[in-house]
Nanobody, 114 residues
Framework: QVQLVESGGGSVQAGGSLRLSCAASKSIFDSMGWYRQAPGKQRELVATISNGGWKNYAEAVKGRFTISRDNDKKNTVYLEMNSLKPEDTAVYYC?????????WGQGTQVTVSS
């Protein structure tokens, strides 16, 4: 079991930036990632990062978002979001894929106005 707590969401204008953080209750040596869910839509992948640092991004965010993780304590993952667009508006969820299951944070709202 692991608890994930996101922070850093908020409201910005188009073109702005936000940085999301996700703190885990213990060190994680598996993949972590960020997903998002907009109203009326299914949850979708934003970015993932493996324990070794391999990164994967959704096409919609490539070149604008950067995922990273704390390689010291292995308990924090970040999402740097630049050049935000109104279509990035969603609840963003942190995720950890562990041997004993997939875990989610409670989500943090990101709202981008035009």
């Amino acid at each position: 079991q692991v608890q994930l707590v996101e922070s850093g969401g908020g409201s910005v204008q188009a073109g702005g930036s936000l940085r999301l953080s996700c703190a885990a209750s213990k060190s994680i040596f598996d993949s972590m990632g960020w997903y998002r869910q907009a109203p009326g839509k299914q949850r979708e992948l934003v970015a993932t990062i493996s324990n070794g640092g391999w990164k994967n991004y959704a096409e919609a965010v490539k070149g604008r978002f950067t995922i990273s993780r704390d390689n010291d304590k292995k308990n924090t993952v970040y999402l740097e979001m630049n050049s935000l667009k109104p279509e990035d508006t969603a609840v963003y969820y942190c995720n950890a894929d562990l041997v004993d299951g997939r875990f989610w944070g409670q989500g943090t709202q990101v709202t981008v106005s035009s």
